[in-house]
Structure formats: C-alpha cells, structure tokens
C-alpha cells in the first residue's frame, strides 16, 4: 500500500541550523543573462515536497523513476533504469546531470516537442515537485519566447534553486547545484549520521548534534571519514577512556558494521598495545578501507579521506 511520507517532521527537525548555512544567490551564466527580474517576485526556496509515493524513504530507484515520469512522461524500463541507478550510485552523476539529460538531450524527450509553456510547466514539476505558479511561468515563458533565454539557461536557473537541492536530498541524491544548499537533510544522512552516535559514542544522538553533522552530510560539507574522525576524537569519546579491546570493538561496528571476530581484536590490540598503531592510524586505516566505502555509498554520502 503506497503511502504519504511528510517530510516536514524532518524539516522541523533541522530547523535551527537555517541559519548555519547561508545561501548566497545564483551567480549569472556566462552565455546567458542574469536571473531574470520577475523571478525575485517567485517562491524559489519555498517548502520541501510534501506527498512522496514510495511506502519506505526515497531511493535512488524512486529519483531516477520520477524523471522518467515527469519528463517523458511514462514508467522507466528495467534496463534504463538500472542505468541511471548505476550512474547515480556511483557518483558518475548527478541530479543536475540527470536533469539536463533527461530535458535538454534525451531523443525521446526532443520528440515530445513540447512548447514552451509545457515544456515550463514540466521544469516546474522536476525541479520543484509542483505545478508552476502563474506570475513565476509567465516569466519564463516570456524570456524564451522573445529569445533573451534558452532552454539551456533555464534548465541552469532552475538547478540553482533551494527548492531542486531540497528535491535531490529527498531522495539522497547530490543535487549539482553550484551556489545553493539543501534546507533540510536526507533521509540517509540523517540515518548515518545516527549510526555514528550509536556506533562511536553508544548513545541516541541529542537533536542539535544530529541536525548539524546530517545537513552538514547532505551538502557535502562534511565527508563519512571527517564526520567518523570528529566523532573518534571528540571529548565526548576521550572522556570514556576505552580500553583497546573496546576501541578495536567500535572500529569495527563504526566502519565495518560488524563486530570483529576474537583473531582480529587480538591482532590489533596487540598492533596497539606495541604501539605498531596509534589510535588516530588505526582510524585512518579503517576509515580509508573498501568496507567503509561501501557503507558510505549505501547512504549515498561521500567517503573522503582520513
């Protein structure tokens, strides 16, 4: 059975850092004009969309799903699908670079030979997950048909908007945006960002901390090895003073997801105890390991480095 996932809980939730991140305006494209007047009348940051289909959170399956439906206006099939899954999964692309396909490239879409008030309302619909206001699609609408923007420089335009990186973060997924930031955190980051507390720190995360490191995830500004680092090293954990057994214990669960078995402890907390490794080394070893990339890429967050 489908049902509503309200993603305005997570909204409140993340609140108190609006003011953390600011959001400075879309830099004007060098081969087209700047933003155009009548879009300073128009809600671009309005709130998060509201009515998600899927009955668990959004995937990268439902992202891709959602442009084929409200570009080309049908189901996707398995093998394209799965294409634009791998592509997204990877990091090969983007939301943005999704979009531009999808609107500006794809055949089919070309074939569909939209005019330029569907071919508005259809941005509306991808990037801000609504129907288009009618001040806002009439400038658009105006600024295509006298030839002072392209399609190209729309597309570019509506990528810039609060609204598209809120759309993307929905779903988990890196927005391409250059100059603005998602409001609220992903379903995913808000997840890894918990594993973290309850991993390292064995304890349910406080709002305010967990509000920060999973917006601070969703825009990238922080990676899965910066945010474990900070949390392996933060006076929370310093003050437990752990034994190496529990240490190598929590390594473990932290970046492997699995409790180590009673071979590997001993191996490294005898790499410990003989000073073979110090803490911060074993944590880069682990942190820079396949395994923990693979649970970064399983939350669609970006690994990094230690």
Known sequence: MKRKVIISSIALTLTMLGGMFGLSSPKALASEPSVPSFVQSVDLASSAPQDIEPEDDPTFEDFVERLYVV?????????????????????EYNGADCARFFLL?????????????????????????????????????????SGRMTRVGVVENFIESTEWCNVCALYGVKSGAKWHKAEFASPNAIKFATRLYTCCLKREPEVSGLSYWSLALTNLEQTGCSAAKAFFFSKEFDAMNVS?????????QTFMDRKPSNEERNYWVKKLLYTLYTRREAIAFFGNSEEFANICATYGIDQGTM
């Open 105 to 145: 490239e794809a055949p089919e879409f070309m074939n569909r030979n939209l005019s330029v008030d569907d071919f508005v309302e259809t941005l509306y619909k991808t990037f801000f997950d609504r129907e288009s206001d009618a001040a806002g699609k009439q400038g658009w609408a105006d600024a295509l048909n």
């Open 71 to 91: 570009a080309l206006g049908r189901k996707a099939e398995p093998d394209g699908k799965a294409f634009w899954v791998a592509k997204v999964l990877h990091g």
């Open 244 to 252: 190496d057994g529990i240490f190598v214990d929590r390594l473990y």
